[in-house]
């Protein structure tokens, strides 16, 4: 069975929606990531996948944003409260106020 095949999304009325809520959410964030198409008087109206498979496939993570990510576990920043970084950019606005060069009046 092919990659498109195994991954196709199972169509789900929108009453077995609601009633199998919880089977759904269970198997669209499982291992097999399954997909569901919930349509409602025969017509799609919304797909249930796994957060996981929506990131990696659907919103995947800028190289950039990796490349930060992967630096900031490096150097044991990844866990800062955000008091922490705000006491951060404090000192380096006041490092980089104080080696501001004067501008000279015209």
Do not use: C, Y
Not at 51 to 74: G, Q
């Amino acid at each position: 069975m092919s990659r498109t095949q195994k991954n196709m999304p199972r169509i789900v009325t929108a009453f077995e929606a609601r009633t199998q809520l919880g089977e759904i959410m269970r198997r669209a964030s499982g291992e097999k990531q399954e997909r569901f198409i919930v349509d409602r008087r025969g017509e799609p109206k919304v797909i249930i996948m796994g957060f996981n498979d929506f990131m990696r496939t659907i919103a995947p993570e800028p190289e950039s944003l990796a490349a930060i990510r992967a630096h900031s576990k490096r150097n044991k920043t990844d866990k800062l409260s955000m008091r922490a970084i705000d006491r951060e950019i404090a000192a380096v606005r006041k490092e980089r106020a104080k080696n501001a060069k004067p501008t000279r009046s015209a």
